[in-house]
């Protein structure tokens, strides 16, 4: 009975049956009053009566069956009888959460060597996607979640800052071939576990046990979860996604060196799988950055243009691919094609913010700022937790003189760039734009600790060197400037 009654309150049924008959008891005053002053036959206030009483049920089963949301009225799945708050305290804070909302932890790499992180992010990374598409689960994003990596925080504060009722925490100890994962779902409010496994396998099983975690969520959690599409972005080969996953975690670091070693990685990947599209793109995306922000040449931006085509033909339907495709193409200064990619890979999937992101990249360059700003909007709304963005859009609406805004997106990446440094403390990337907007704001000395640690990090690095060179020619330090450009 008590469980029947937490599904009522959290599909807002009472709510809705006391609001009703608040509103019932209103028309039957007023009908009482003012249909003899209109000389209405009697029988019309009995009318009225039977009609409110026959809407009554009515209004119960479709508060049941409906949710209404700042989008409109929508469908409401089937919610677990245990998922809302009952912790004092707590309860207050996730009143607003929906029940169908998630963060799942970076996994902990237990393995004898500790030499596995990068397979245990990629293992969270790839639980984060595979959620993400159950259209009504809200899964926070991989920012957010990896904020929280090699703390030690309670789950009820991880939800409460994250914002979410459920939290998915596990570990991976891998060993040759051999890989135990551990993973557990906890309920915030009650700090209940609603589900936990341990998979004692082969590494060859690793796609399954990605997905029976998945597929156990979903369950748990009452949401739509359809594992039986095709995923174009998957190899079967565990080899070539282990070097996959070896990649991506130094490709996001941004310096010649680590894009360098995200190369050898993809490289070797589509060696081991030469059908594996991802890791195609991986190799793209390497040779175009190095290509457009580090000068390295017509041979980077070759090898950029033949891993691009290679993973359009593999896989003509995968954003992520017309993405590779399109930086490749700015990287080349075809500005028109690159915009063709970029609209392609939007049409493909609407809700991946790096070709937004790129969208509003291309518009800078051909000096459509307001467009640009435009696209920046709403790559932050998908990813709300980028450090980047912001920043690059703070000068934009300065020069429109639009202070308030511009202020707004400075404050908003420094916030995010110093999340992100608290897990990647080595990126220079994040030190050299923070400075920036350190310098925006007034903040001259912490600006100039940034932009130095910034040089500390990546003390060789053209792009980095440049960017601080840039940094100190807005602060009137001519001298400095002039040492980093040579």
């Known amino acids: 009975m008590s469980s029947l009654f937490e599904e009522l309150r959290n599909r807002k049924v009472i709510r809705i049956g006391v609001i009703y008959l608040i509103a019932a008891w209103i028309v039957m005053q007023i009908a009482d009053v003012m249909f003899p002053a209109l000389a209405l036959p009697s029988w019309t206030v009995t009318l009225v009566a039977a009609l409110l009483i026959i809407g009554f049920p009515l209004a119960l089963i479709l508060a049941w069956a409906y949710e209404v949301t700042p989008d409109g009225?929508?469908?409401?799945?089937?919610?677990?009888?245990?998922?809302?708050?009952?912790?004092?305290?707590?309860?207050?804070?996730?009143?607003?959460?929906?029940?169908?909302?998630?963060?799942?932890?970076?996994?902990?790499?237990?393995?004898?060597?500790?030499?596995?992180?990068?397979?245990?992010?990629?293992?969270?990374?790839?639980?984060?996607?595979?959620?993400?598409?159950?259209?009504?689960?809200?899964?926070?994003?991989?920012?957010?979640?990896?904020?929280?990596?090699?703390?030690?925080?309670?789950?009820?504060?991880?939800?409460?800052?994250?914002?979410?009722?459920?939290?998915?925490?596990?570990?991976?100890?891998?060993?040759?071939?051999?890989?135990?994962?551990?993973?557990?779902?906890?309920?915030?409010?009650?700090?209940?576990?609603?589900?936990?496994?341990?998979?004692?396998?082969?590494?060859?099983?690793?796609?399954?046990?990605?997905?029976?975690?998945?597929?156990?969520?979903?369950?748990?959690?009452?949401?739509?979860?359809?594992?039986k599409q095709p995923r174009v972005t998957t190899t079967d080969n565990v080899k070539a996604y282990d070097l996959y996953l070896r990649g991506r975690s130094f490709h996001r670091k941004f310096s010649l060196n680590n894009l360098r070693f995200a190369i050898e990685m993809f490289k070797k990947a589509t060696d081991v799988d030469p059908n594996f599209a991802q890791a195609w793109c991986g190799l793209a995306d390497c040779h175009s950055l190095l290509a457009l922000y580090l000068g390295t040449g017509d041979k980077d931006l070759?090898?950029?243009?033949?891993?691009?085509?290679?993973?359009?033909?593999?896989?003509?339907?995968?954003?992520?691919?017309?993405?590779?495709?399109?930086?490749?193409?700015?990287?080349?200064?075809?500005?028109?094609?690159?915009?063709?990619?970029?609209?392609?890979?939007?049409?493909?999937?609407p809700n991946m913010p790096e070709a937004q992101y790129q969208m509003g990249r291309v518009c800078v360059h051909r000096n459509e700022l307001a467009k640009a700003l435009e696209w920046f909007e709403k790559a932050i709304e998908l990813s709300p937790d980028d450090f980047e963005i912001p920043l690059i859009a703070a000068p934009i609406y300065r020069s429109f003189g639009q202070t308030e805004r511009a202020n707004k997106a400075d404050i908003r990446g420094l916030e995010n760039a110093r999340r992100y440094l608290e897990v990647n403390p080595d990126v220079s990337r994040a030190y050299y734009l923070g400075a920036g907007a350190l310098l925006g704001q007034g903040r001259k000395q912490q600006a100039e600790e940034w932009a130095k640690r910034a040089l500390e990090i990546d003390p060789s690095d053209g792009s980095t060197q440049y960017n601080v060179a840039c940094f100190y020619s807005q602060m009137g330090e001519v001298e400095k400037a002039i040492a980093c450009l040579e």
Request: charge should be negative; charged fraction near 25%.
């Open 73 to 227: 009225i929508r469908k409401e799945p089937v919610a677990p009888a245990d998922s809302s708050s009952s912790t004092p305290g707590l309860s207050t804070v996730l009143d607003s959460v929906s029940a169908k909302s998630i963060a799942v932890l970076p996994f902990v790499d237990m393995s004898p060597e500790k030499d596995n992180e990068y397979f245990s992010d990629g293992l969270t990374e790839e639980l984060l996607n595979v959620l993400a598409a159950a259209s009504d689960l809200r899964v926070s994003s991989r920012t957010s979640c990896f904020t929280f990596k090699g703390k030690d925080v309670d789950i009820p504060t991880v939800a409460s800052k994250l914002k979410v009722a459920h939290v998915l925490e596990g570990s991976v100890r891998k060993s040759g071939n051999q890989i135990r994962i551990t993973a557990q779902l906890i309920e915030a409010s009650s700090d209940k576990h609603l589900w936990s496994d341990t998979y004692d396998r082969q590494l060859d099983n690793i796609f399954e046990i990605q997905d029976d975690i998945a597929q156990k969520i979903a369950q748990a959690l009452r949401v739509r979860l359809d594992l």
């Open 302 to 349: 070759g090898a950029a243009g033949d891993a691009s085509q290679k993973a359009l033909l593999l896989a003509p339907d995968l954003a992520e691919a017309h993405v590779s495709r399109g930086l490749f193409r700015v990287a080349s200064e075809q500005i028109e094609e690159a915009v063709q990619e970029f609209a392609r890979a939007i049409e493909l999937d």
